[in-house]
């Protein structure tokens, strides 16, 4: 069985910076494309990012508003993905989701985790 | 990017009716259409993808029609587990990957 469980999120001021771990377990994430989705509180559903399979050259792409701001890694030998988040503003406060189509190479989200809150605030 | 507009807002049934969502997306997407369903303090599950997709494991009441300019999401006998918020995504990373507001599926 695929899972997913994000950590690392929590309390951050403005202009903080902010790690989030994806552990995945069931599946090899080396090919798979792994994606961020995030949803600030009463909100509806936001793509933060997503990195490409290996055999996809690793290719990374970014929502607008975090672009420049946010990266994604993938650590192939713990099997986690990481949403690296600087220069956090108040707007960045969600639930992120780390969510993959599993072996399809698409920009859908098939498996997802529980999610983990990021708030920033003063 | 392009702008996903569902319709209505909250939709409100009885358990038994057909229901029927729609997505309309500011540009043409093509068959770049998933669907999901969110209950509660829930992660989102994907219901539909390439428009009309059923995702392994989603019960057949639930159909996908359209593309281009208008998408939808037909529940053919609304159960009780049913009631939930609906969202369709655009994924044409090329065109920016964007999410509808949501259509919230009430209890009448």
């Known amino acids: 069985e695929v899972q997913l469980v994000e950590s690392g999120g929590g309390l951050v001021k403005p202009g903080g910076s902010l790690r989030v771990s994806c552990a995945v377990s069931g599946f090899s994430i080396t090919n798979a494309w792994m994606s961020w989705v995030r949803q600030a509180p009463g909100k509806g559903l936001e793509w933060v990012g997503r990195?490409?399979?290996?055999?996809?050259?690793?290719?990374?792409d970014y929502a607008a508003p975090v672009k420049g701001r946010f990266s994604i890694s993938r650590d192939e030998s713990k099997n986690i993905v990481i949403l690296q988040m600087n220069s956090l503003q108040t707007d960045d406060t969600a639930v992120y989701y780390c969510?993959?189509?599993?072996?399809?190479?698409?920009?859908?989200?098939?498996?997802w985790g529980q999610g983990i809150l990021v708030t920033v605030s003063s | 990017d392009i702008q996903m507009t569902q319709s209505p807002s909250t939709l409100s049934a009885s358990v038994g009716d057909r229901v029927t969502l729609t997505c309309r997306p500011s540009q043409n997407v093509s068959l770049w259409l998933a669907w999901y369903q969110q209950k509660p303090g829930r992660a989102p599950k994907l219901l539909m993808y390439?428009?009309?997709t059923l995702e392994s494991g989603v019960p057949s009441r639930f159909s996908g029609n359209g593309s281009g300019a208008e998408v939808t999401l037909t529940i053919s006998s609304v159960q009780p587990d049913d009631f939930a918020t609906y969202y369709c995504?655009?994924?044409?990373?090329?065109?920016?990957?964007?999410f509808g507001q949501g259509t919230r599926l009430e209890i009448k």
């Open positions: 990195i490409k399979g290996k055999d996809y050259g690793d290719k990374i």
């Open positions: 995504q655009q994924y044409n990373s090329d065109l920016g990957i964007t």
């Open positions: 969510t993959t189509p599993l072996t399809r190479p698409e920009d859908f989200s098939a498996s």
């Open positions: 390439k428009a009309s």
